[in-house]
């Protein structure tokens, strides 16, 4: 337990353990909720995009505002078909990254995986950034402060993630489905009140907006083209995170794929009805909405507004208008919008090392991750993303109009990719298969993703033209970055795989074991050392003393003979106080007269229970080892001995075992004891 | 080499190799420069210092200037003499650690030390913020920027002591020289005026000093003494650094002792030639000279000085008017008491390692810092140096008068403990002693030493009345804990060496090995841990795999079978991709079954050249290495396969191995070739 560990401990109190995960798979009624947040929370900004994009034509482009909607909203049945055609090929959670993998190969896999990577980057910055903005809209004083608040945030996040959460159950069915509640029964109540002709107006109804320059007059069919094209696209972020239920496929209650793909299309029709209602209820409601960069192109009775003016979401905008300024049903809307694009940002926290330790099985990420248990690994993944989407949110102030910009690129890629896939499968599967009902069913399947490839294809063209010189060149950067570290381990391991496949030769054993244990005292962890070295019955066995000065190597040398270990001690002088070098020389010395031999160097160690024992004791033995194992022919035995404290940081690793995982639950893994991994011949 | 070290390579360079050191001891025209800079730098602050306490009761009081010089110089003449019976008696570089240790005990020993600690944090401190002072008097721009200056020469200092520097020859003794030449040339030529009435004015010399609030009017008695006996302690600050050459006995060339001894009587000589000169010069020269946050207490005519005025330090003063604004010639002696008030806070910088290491054979630092070589321990050591120093630098803004408050309490309290444990040393010399010519020479040392405790002992009665509150009680507390460290860490090593103790029973043997190889795959790592564990004849061995999933597991098992390797898999099963604790488990059982056996875990690992390739591999070995020690009745073997870039990292090992260190030219430590530790039956 490093310095660190103490810190964490302090600021986080104990961990939480695995079993208290809860039992069970998921029910879809839990699965909703859990892997929902991020897909539905979008309509928190999405509606705001097109209305932003819109406006540079003057509030009369908002005629196009439900247009857009619809488009968006076709897009998004088309990939949620399209996925549900993906949980039922592959089910095994790898998502997109696999169908890609699969299909398309490892260079068409990895593209996917930079792209998810950012992405899980971008839905932190872009949900807490918006989560920060709705808070402002409730909370006064942190109007001006959203960047830092939205920082403070992610550091709870990474905070939380780093103690381990439960992403399961009522933490998230609560929130979610209050969201839900809420905003489906403002959409409702509005659309009601819209059906008996009593809509209000929205706070900002009674501003004008001003063209933005370039957009005076009328517009050219192009000009009007390219403006529609950009707000469509912007509207797409509405699509993020639709993909999260084919990661999670394992953490289904069986038929686990049937189960995903309902619940996919329940998460679809969800999102598209709160979206459209908030569209087609923010244009009846007369809402006036500007990039935030813009202000002063909103004006009343011609006059531009005073300085103070602060612009809300629209979801804040239409809740407090159509419970006609009732505080409680707008705070109410508010609060549970901010919690569920937090709920959103910790997705990914969760997302992240999942696809990390895919990555890892397959050689594009260090080993370690792909294993779970790494904690150090996997601590670092978090802070890694915790400190990207902080880099992010600081750049670009928490102004979730300009990290859209970033946004969607990465989304399209991976959807288009992982279509494209879908297709190859089907046509695959298709020159296999006979029996014509499974035929007809891979048609349809193929058809459906063809259409979702077409769909999607277009959206990633318009978002390239549009969006490239807003942003997503970073994107595309960040993803080309990543791409190129993936590749360089993979061609690592390769390379190391090469060098070390196996030969006839390596199968010769050594000749002779020459043991050598290294002395410092001669106290209980030397004279196990001796003992366990004894037990190999080497071909030499000798004690090795490095003597820094004459009083101790006399004590020591009297001692050993008083004790009649009946091994010989070798005493190596170094009048500089040195050890390291001269054990090493020595080692390189025996090995030197019996090439085919092998050195086994058993060193004692004191096993210790508390972080500041460890920087006490052992140091020198850390060194030596680390200097004997570039020595050829010598292997380095450590024979431990647990002092007391030891328990200590033995119960510490076994309740650390234990912890709970961000990525858990979406990888169906559930509680388990110790006795679950059996022992086979 | 981890990533910190690249950062350090990058910025600093190659390093130094310790064969660039010189091939010989110290002859003693070198050895002065090199131990006398600390001692010697101390005139540039130690006289502003007495000036400064002194203009409290206005200019009138400046008469006693060269009165307190004398007592100061008294009190230097009586210390050099006791420390060179103290180079006479401890020869081994201890100095006053050693003595107290020695003669009275541990709990003295361990306070020498604390204070010894405080000091070199001090030293690096005081003499960095005085030399910032000074080359602020020279360069227009650094003023108002002092603290800011100095900690860049921390660091930059810092640095240097972490890539290693030679601490020796030239690089020491020009500077020191050209000091001493300048110094003592200006002052020289300085009394040569004034001998012939030409001596000029210093530039603050037509400025008058009001009195401080409280020393109106005519002085009590009390308030005199008081006031002098405070100006008394400030100006012993020129007493620093005058033990370093008994730290540094190891280094001088034969007769050690004789030639540190008569190095220490030309340091002690010089010291005072320059400070009573300086204080002479001063007083007759005109100086005004108060406390820098006091400057309003100067005026011209009556009037206040205008705000822009610059107190420069009193040699910077002397020099410009007695080289009649000659401007090299003041630039000249300013420079060089800047370098050599650099050279002094660099002496800290070697001296610490030293005590830290002296202190680790003793038990009361980690073991680790006692054994040269330990890279880690040694760059902690100057990191924390630097990094406290830089905190007392910002906290007092670079100040030296305020510095000057902390200072001497710790240089006081090693010297009054190290004079009374040469007392005792020679009072039981004594008693053995019956040679009349030995008895005589031991009692005249006995004198002399009881003179410079009676001298020193006066001194910190009267640093601790007049500074406790000004600053000394910090030094104290810091004292304090140091103190409680050193002490608890005793009291572990202690600890541990009770509770492992060896008696009887641990030489028995165990009464079989049980050997498991971990195979991850079958390459040549594990093919060679297979043979070497073969080669050790274990009653029991087996490969060990841990099955994540059914396709690799069932390879493995294909290749094991085509391989006949005449050794037995054993599948562990582990659903949830852990790979440690099935390991661990398998161990424990393997134990249970036959608690008076040994389980010895062979580990393949692969060895690598670069830090990054260091993350890619070996992490699950690692952590599974760290678990295994907790288990009782196991030790973990590594058997290392080196890969081609290994070579990398041994290179880089040697070139770090031959690196010289702060504190090496100090203890005597010369060039050396690998062979010159011999080994010897």
Redesign the interface.
Known sequence: MGVGDVAKRVLLGRKLRSSQLGETLLPKRIALPVFASDALSSVAYAPDEVFIMLSLAGASAYVWSWKIGIAVALVMAAVVASYRQTVHAYPSGGGDYEVATVNLGATAGTTVASALLVDYVLTVAVSISSGAQYAASAIEVLRGHEATFATILVVVLMAINLRGIRESGTFFAIPTYAFMAATLGMCAFGLLRLAGGSLPQVESAELDIEKAPGFEGSLTTFALMFLLARAFSSGCAALTGVEAISNGVPAFRRPKSKNAATTLFMLGAIAITMMLSIIVLAKQMGLRYVDPHDLDRLTQNGEPLPDGYDQHPVIAQIARAVFNDFTPGFLFVVTVTGIILVLAANTAFNGFPVLG?ILAQDGYA???L?????R??YSNGIVFLALMAIILIQVFNAETTRLIQLYIVGVFVSFNLSQLGMIRHWTRRLKSEKDAGERARMYRSRVINTVGLTFTAVVLVIVLITKFLAGAWITILAMIVFFAIMRA?RR??DN??L?????EE????????HAIVLVS????????A???A?????NVLEGVYVA?DAGSTDRLLQEWDD?N?GV?L?????????????II??AT?IRKANPRG?V?V?IP???VGRWW?Q???N??AL?L?G????T?G???????????S?EL??DR?ERE?GRVRAGDVRRG?VD?T?S??????
Request: a positive charge.
């Open positions: 330790s260090p080993r370690a792909g294993s779970r248990g790494d150090l690994a381990i690592h391991y190391v795989s060098e070390l496949a196996a030969d390596d199968k010769i054993m050594p000749t002779r074991v005292k001669l106290h209980k962890p030397t004279l196990r001796l003992a366990f004894k037990a190999t019955r080497p820094v004790r270990l010989p070798k005493v190596l002088f170094s009048p500089y106080r040195e050890v390291v070098k001269p020389d020595y010395q092998v086994a058993y160690e004191y096993v024992e920087l006490l004791h140091q020198t060194r080892k200097r004997l194992l570039f050829p010598v292997m380095v035995t450590s024979v431990p001995y647990q002092l007391r030891s940081a033995r690793e075992q893994r388990r110790s679950d991994h059996q022992v086979q011949r």
